[in-house]
């Protein structure tokens, strides 16, 4: 805790925490961020839920999630997999009144988010981490996913 801080100002008090999940859930709030001092908070529901210090990246990331999807496994007809990174939950959009994050002809790059993997309460975004245009989405929303399972076949970029 900071200089100058009560034990009852801290941002990060799990009480807090709960007391503002509940306030998002009555109002319907998608996301909250609070920064207090150099110590910030941000809170997703239907998305990704990270909590990072005011300095980290500026693409934040949930500190214990493991690396993204990995793009592997070529089959005969030339197309990469994207693998499921952990064992969860594939949620092919952000919340159900949400579009898919992608869809069977649309092109993707490395950075493109196809999916997110719910695992232990933790919405982890899975990027492509490749280009190319998706040619299958393998994976039924709300299904459970493991570690490998393939989740979708690209057609990479000649």
Do not use: W
Not at 30 to 36: A, H
Not at 83 to 94: D, I, L, Q, R
Not at 99 to 119: H, L, R, Y
Not at 126 to 153: N, T, Y
Request: charged share 20%.
């Amino acid at each position: 805790m900071s200089k100058g801080k009560q034990a009852g100002d801290n941002v990060f008090d799990l009480e807090r925490i709960r007391d503002i999940v509940k306030l998002m859930e009555e109002h319907e709030l998608t996301e909250v961020d609070l920064q207090q001092g150099d110590d910030r908070i941000k809170l997703g529901r239907g998305g990704t839920a990270l909590v990072a210090p005011a300095a980290a990246a500026p693409q934040p990331a949930p500190a214990a999630a493991p690396p993204a999807a990995t793009a592997s496994s070529a089959v005969d007809d030339g197309t990469i997999t994207i693998n499921a990174p952990m064992v969860g939950t594939f949620y092919s959009k952000a919340n159900p009144e949400s579009e898919p994050f992608v869809q069977v002809g649309q092109m993707v790059s490395p950075d493109t988010i196809v999916c997110i993997v719910e695992a232990m309460k933790v919405f982890n975004e899975i990027p492509a981490e490749c280009s190319g245009k998706v040619v299958e989405v393998l994976v039924a929303d709300q299904q459970a996913v493991d570690f490998g399972k393939p989740m979708f076949r690209i057609q990479p970029n000649p």
